[in-house]
């Protein structure tokens, strides 16, 4: 069986129909084909998140996260030169 990935504007869709609380979760996640425990968990992401986007905190994350993935790439490549490096040492060929 293959997981569902839904994109974050089918999220954020489903999550505001969840807050106006017109209908019930199990409604919503009928009508939208998930299950009512995803329907919760991205209310509550959402209404969790909210203050961060007047606060700028949501910004402030990506460019931390874009940072930490700068630093991640790096360390892959010298781990890989490093790698290849020992490999061209020891004579060992893969």
Do not use: C
Request: charged fraction near 35%; avoid cysteine; charge should be positive.
């Amino acid at each position: 069986m293959q997981r569902n990935k839904f994109g974050a504007e089918f999220k954020a869709k489903v999550a505001l129909e969840a807050i106006k609380g017109q209908r019930s979760l199990a409604e919503i996640a009928s009508e939208f084909g998930v299950h009512p425990n995803q329907v919760g968990q991205w209310k509550k992401e959402v209404t969790d998140n909210l203050a961060g986007i007047f606060s700028g905190k949501i910004i402030r994350r990506t460019e931390e996260d874009d940072k930490l993935k700068d630093q991640l790439y790096s360390q892959i490549g010298q781990l890989k030169v490093e790698v290849d490096w020992l490999k061209k040492k020891t004579g060992i060929k893969y």
